[in-house]
């Protein structure tokens, strides 16, 4: 499967507890975003690395997370002192980059819920 | 700030008959449209786009149209199929440009096909 991956797929954790997420890109792929996603909502936008660089933050993006890209390949998504509110599902995108065609392919999500 | 957005929540269609998703925007420097398909507990999968300097873009069953001045875009689907049933999410984004990737998605209109 060439597709992007994320694991874990699930993840139930107690409130104050950290949790840490990895997403494997399409290997060709130079940039990798993260997104979340709530009930009824489309997903919105954490943040994104161009190779190993971290180029862009949201807002929504508070001081308790954390992105990783470390060699360009995978990244880690972590979150300290999970909150109640935290529970979504987090998503993976990568893209070649290149163009004004370029397409963003997203991974299976790992869906998180904080008790 | 809704800058994308997918006014009607659910659509139930004959199969065989054609589907019309509709997404309006806001923002003036959206330049590149994107349609994906999401079916329960994975990802978003992509389905097709436009850039505005198009006003159609055409792939198999699925046709995109682009009305620039009406900030309106819509997503027909013929003949539609039951595999079709699943929440149709319209993304937006400025061209291509360093700093400003990310996707902008609207909230989602959940397709039925009636067999």
Redesign the interface.
């Known amino acids: 499967d060439t597709g992007?991956s994320?694991d874990p797929r699930h993840k139930i954790t107690k409130r104050g507890q950290n949790v840490t997420f990895r997403c494997d890109p399409i290997s060709e792929h130079n940039?990798l975003?993260w997104?979340r996603q709530t009930l009824?909502?489309?997903?919105?936008?954490l943040t994104?690395f161009q190779n190993e660089a971290q180029?862009?933050k949201?807002r929504l993006l508070s001081d308790r997370f954390s992105a990783e890209r470390p060699k360009g390949s995978f990244s880690t998504l972590e979150i300290q002192r999970t909150e109640q509110g935290d529970s979504a599902m987090y998503?993976c995108?990568s893209?070649l980059?290149t163009?004004?065609?370029?397409?963003?392919?997203?991974?299976?999500?790992t869906?998180l819920t904080v008790l | 700030d809704q800058q994308v957005k997918q006014n009607s929540p659910s659509l139930s269609v004959q199969e065989g008959r054609i589907s019309i998703l509709n997404c309006d925007y806001t923002n003036s420097m959206f330049d590149y449209f994107l349609w994906y398909k999401k079916y329960p507990a994975e990802g978003p999968t992509f389905l097709i786009s436009i850039s505005s300097i198009k006003d159609k873009n055409e792939d198999g069953r699925f046709t995109v149209f682009l009305n620039k001045s009406a900030k309106h875009l819509s997503l027909h689907i013929v003949p539609s199929q039951p595999g079709d049933s699943a929440v149709y999410f319209c993304a937006a984004r400025p061209i291509s440009n360093f700093g400003n990737e990310k996707l902008t998605f609207g909230t989602g209109t959940r397709l039925t096909i009636i067999p």
């Open positions: 992007v994320q940039r975003y997104y009824g909502q489309g997903p919105e936008f994104y180029l862009e949201s998503l995108a893209s980059g163009g004004i065609s370029d397409t963003q392919y997203f991974g299976p999500g869906r």
